[in-house]
């Protein structure tokens, strides 16, 4: 079977065999996506343009947008194209670049939120010291080496998942998910992917507690100014990470902590969906709607010359951002 998922590739979980609900999960997830790219290319564009906003902590927040576009773009795409086309096949070599790259982007993203922790720690708890110890260089040099880190990851996991032999083709998800492809293992090998698995559960946990632990020493000192707008600030800075570290917690939490279930194939496609697309959806809307150099800094490109005054403010305001004031003709 091994050998025939080769050239036959594998079958995924179809939403609905419904030819009309087929269509309607095409431009849903087209409209999703389209939010979810738009929204975290704004973030890029925003930074990328604005000195004033060449700091550790937006440099880190663009990493994260180019993740987040990386990690829905993998899937997104191929389960619209299934769904438009009326097939839930996927091929061997598709299978394995989604395993690679999500395990990647997944990666990153765990990984960028711990470093975007310790920035705000150094930035609150120590900031005499904080252009010393987050200079240009260290910060190249973390984000390099998380890069490096996730590239190491995606590789681990895609060869301790496709060196099993499989006993069907039948994948219970509408992607290429590491442990379902695992269920369908006829092979002891899979133990070698069951225990990266649990080595990488106990990583995220430990960089979970790490930003715990790291937020409860930034409380600790943010309670200790004698300023209430210092405060002010400090949380202010702190709260869009928080929640974005929520969301991605939450969401992965209910998608693989929860008792089994009659229908669990029902269930894995609901869960899926929301920790595949509402993490990297909802970022640039969290991170944007609440700061000030963000916005003023996307209005301050938005109303260059090369930009036409038709932008249509509808879509500024889907995306999130009814602030902003286009010009006039």
């Known amino acids: 079977m091994h050998n ?26 087209l409209g999703l996506y389209l939010i979810t790219v738009i929204g975290n290319l704004l973030i890029i564009f925003v930074i990328a343009l604005g000195h004033h906003l060449h700091t550790p902590m937006y440099f880190f927040l ?29 091929s061997y070599a598709t299978c394995v670049t989604q395993v690679f790259f999500y395990s990647l982007f997944g990666c990153s993203d765990i990984t960028l939120l711990t470093i975007m922790a310790h920035d705000r720690y150094v930035a609150i708890c120590n900031p005499l010291q904080y252009e010393v ?38 994948v219970d998800q509408f992607f290429c998910e590491i442990p379902k492809l695992l269920k369908l293992s006829c092979s002891d090998l899979y133990l070698v992917e069951v225990g990266l698995l649990v080595f990488s559960c106990i990583s995220v ?5 790490f930003i715990i632990v790291t937020y409860a020493w930034i409380l600790r000192t943010v ?8 405060r002010n600030k400090a949380l202010s800075t702190c709260l869009p990470h928080l929640l974005v570290v929520s969301v991605l917690v939450s969401t992965g939490l209910f998608a693989h902590i929860r008792p089994p279930s009659n229908s669990s194939s029902g269930l894995d496609l609901v869960f899926a969906v929301m920790y595949i697309i509402l993490p990297p959806m909802l970022n640039p809307f969290i991170y944007s709607m609440r700061n000030k150099e963000i916005q003023t800094a996307l209005r301050k490109q938005l109303n260059l010359k090369q930009f036409p005054d038709t932008i ?18």
Not at 205 to 209: A, E, P, Y
């Open 205 to 209: 946990f430990g960089c979970f507690v």
């Open 133 to 170: 110890i987050m200079n240009k260089g260290a910060c190249i040099q973390i984000i390099t080496i998380g890069w490096i880190t996730s590239i190491l990851y995606g590789v681990l996991h895609t060869a301790g998942t496709f060196s099993i032999t499989f006993c069907s083709n039948h």
């Open 312 to 329: 249509p403010r509808f879509i500024l305001k889907c995306l999130g951002f009814p602030f902003i004031a286009l010009p006039r003709s």
């Open 223 to 230: 309670l200790k100014m004698p300023s209430e707008q210092g």
């Open 62 to 90: 663009m990493n994260l947008a180019v993740s987040d576009i990386g990690s829905i773009s993998i899937i997104q795409p191929t389960s619209m194209v299934n769904s438009i086309m009326n097939n839930s096949h996927i």
């Open 4 to 29: 025939l998922t080769l050239t036959s590739g594998f079958l995924l979980l179809e939403f609905s065999q419904i030819r009309e609900l087929q269509i309607l999960h095409f431009f849903v997830f």
